[in-house]
């Protein structure tokens, strides 16, 4: 399975598509990474209060040829932050770098969690609620609503490994 908006750039790693690293369509593997939300600990990032809702967003631009991809936002992916809309999307000029002592330009590896087909057809596709409030999902729509992401780094310049850079529950 491959995330909708990352169809092009995302590799799967193993034979379920949960595991996968990100290579941009030039080919590179090197990422200026762009984040919002709220550091706990050096290298850590969670989820951030914004405007009164949640928010945390993640965009790697390519290091060669600055093709900008949007990898994960709380708002659009999950149960919580798409359907319950605890969720809101952030203006692109309140993204920071994220930059390290040793490092501005990082590989990427994201692995996804999914609500098997048929749990997600009765919980989600078929849900009378969900219905009644507007939302029509199909199940194609589970590949973008995922359990928890975890978004790992590697430091080009300095090989060392950031993991969970991004860990969350979604669900």
Not at 97 to 103: A, L, N, P
Not at 128 to 155: C, M, P, Y
């Amino acid at each position: 399975m491959k995330p909708r908006h990352l169809e092009k750039i995302y590799h799967p790693t193993d034979q379920e598509g949960c595991d996968g690293e990100i290579i941009c369509q030039c080919g590179c593997r090197a990422f200026k990474i762009r984040c919002f939300g709220e550091f706990c600990g050096k290298y850590k990032m969670a989820i951030h209060k914004y405007e009164n809702k949640y928010a945390q967003a993640v965009r790697a631009v390519c290091g060669d040829c600055g093709a900008d991809y949007l990898l994960y936002d709380f708002a659009q992916h999950g149960y919580d932050g798409l359907i319950c809309g605890e969720g809101i999307a952030v203006p692109d000029e309140l993204f920071d770098d994220f930059i390290t002592e040793t490092d501005s330009l990082f590989e990427v590896k994201m692995f996804l969690e999914y609500q098997g087909e048929a749990d997600f057809v009765e919980d989600v596709v078929n849900d009378t609620w969900l219905l009644q409030e507007g939302f029509h999902f199909t199940a194609d729509d589970r590949v973008n609503v995922w359990d928890s992401v975890a978004i790992d780094l590697k430091g080009v310049q300095s090989g060392m490994e950031y993991k969970d850079f991004v860990m969350e529950e979604l669900a």
